[in-house]
Structures are given as C-alpha cells and as structure tokens.
Antibody
Framework: QVQLQQWGAGLLKPSETLSLTCAVY????????WIWIRQPPGKGLEWIGE???????NFHRPLKSRVTLSVDTSKNQFSLKMSSVTAADTAVYFC???????????????????????WGEGTTVTVSS | QSVLTQPPSVSGAPGQRVTISCTGG?????????VHWYQQVAGTAPKLLIY???HRPSGVPDRISGSKSGTSASLAISGLQAEDEAHYYC???????????FGGGTKLTVL
C-alpha cells in the first residue's frame, strides 16, 4: 500500500520561504511524476508543479519564478520550496503521485494524460505577519 | 476563473442519479486530453474517482461512471448515498497554459 507522508512549517511571515517535503512509502519512486497541488481556504485545487526521479520538472507558469522542486532518490522524498510568500499563498498544500498508466495494460498514455492516484494528507500553510 | 467549468452545486435524494458536468475548450478537452475526476470529502485530501475519462480505479463502485465528448465531460453517480456528499473536481491538461488544470469544483448535497 503506497503512502505519501508530508511535513513542513505551517506558519510563515510574508517574504519568507515555504518549505515542504513528501516521503513515498511502499512503492516505486522511479515510475511516476511527483506533484504539488494547493487549495486556498474555501477554494478549489491549483496545480503547482511536478518532478520525476531524474529531476525533470514542470511548473505552473504564474508560480514558476518562485518555486523550486527537488528529489532525494536515496530517501524516496521530494520537496517544494516557494520563495517570497504572501498572504495569497495561504493554503493547504498536497503532495500527490502522478501516473499515466494503470499497470494492467488497459490504459497507457503520454505525459499530458497524467492523473493523481495517491495523495498526501495535506499541510496547512498560513502566511501572516 | 477556472479553465474547466463546473456547476457550483448539484443535489439529489438518496437513491437518485446525479450528473456533474465539466466544460472545457479547444486547448484542453477539445484537443483530446483525457479528463480525470476526484472526490474531496470536507477536511480530507482528494481521492481519485475516475481516470482517463471513464476508467474506475480499484475500489470505486460501478455506480460511479464518467464520459467525455468533445469539449465536455460528465461524472454520473447513481444510487446516491449519504456518503457521496462531497466536492467533486475534474482535471485535465491545458496546452495554452502548459498546465494541469482543475475545474472549480462542484458541491454535491444529498438531500
């Protein structure tokens, strides 16, 4: 049973750097994209970006200049850093596993077809002075 | 404003069938990118319900189904149960923004 466990600082001041880590337990680290998503209070889901085991990344363009993603394959962990946070970055941050195949051979598609099949429990990050 | 448009809310009585629509455009669903659906119960992480337009992951009951045609997709839940009360989100890829995108979410209320 694959599980994602995430952690990081929950209270930040404006201009500080958000830092979150997600650990992958019980499954392969190399066959997937590892994704960060956030959800502001009372609002919907927003894709932040993603990284694979070799360090290939893609980002939501409005956030790209402030976001850094990294992986530690020796620990099966991936991390998110977001610089210069403001109150607008207050949200629950989720890590998730992205895949484009179902493992049984009935569904296998390209990069644009990734879906998130396993999610972390979420970390509430509040930015306040 | 979300790239994928969903109704803010739908409702139904226990046992009934409801559908939730997800409308996109030529740079996402209309290009042929698949749609995926997630259920989020209040205070919890989203859960995958449907991937690849109409595939159910193991453990998702067959009273839940998905479909896609052109620039629109739908999630259908039949035999509505109290435990179905949650927010539902569609998700796809948008070539214009170069992003994975979500719909704004639909709150399902079981009357």
């Amino acid at each position: 049973q694959v599980q994602l466990q995430q952690w990081g600082a929950g209270l930040l001041k404006p201009s500080e750097t958000l830092s979150l880590t997600c650990a992958v337990y019980g499954g392969s680290f190399t066959d997937y994209y590892w994704i960060w998503i956030r959800q502001p209070p009372g609002k919907g889901l927003e894709w932040i970006g993603e990284i694979n085991h070799s360090g290939s990344t893609n980002f939501h363009r409005p956030l790209k200049s402030r976001v850094t993603l990294s992986v530690d394959t020796s620990k099966n962990q991936f991390s998110l850093k977001m610089s210069s946070v403001t109150a607008a970055d207050t949200a629950v941050y989720f890590c998730a596993r992205g895949r484009n195949s179902n493992g049984s051979g009935t569904y296998y598609k390209g990069y644009y077809f990734y879906y998130m099949d396993i999610w972390g429990e979420g970390t509430t990050v509040t930015v306040s002075s | 404003q979300s790239v994928l448009t969903q109704p803010p809310s739908v409702s139904g009585a226990p046992g009934q069938r409801v559908t939730i629509s997800c409308t996109g455009g030529s740079s996402n669903l209309g290009t042929g990118y698949d749609v995926h659906w997630y259920q989020q119960v209040a205070g919890t992480a989203p859960k995958l319900l449907i991937y690849g337009n109409n595939h159910r992951p193991s453990g998702v009951p067959d009273r839940i189904s998905g479909s896609k045609s052109g620039t629109s997709a739908s999630l259908a839940i039949s035999g509505l149960q109290a435990e179905d009360e949650a927010h539902y989100y569609c998700q796809s890829y948008d070539s214009l923004s170069g992003s994975r995108v979500f719909g704004g979410g639909t709150k399902l209320t079981v009357l």
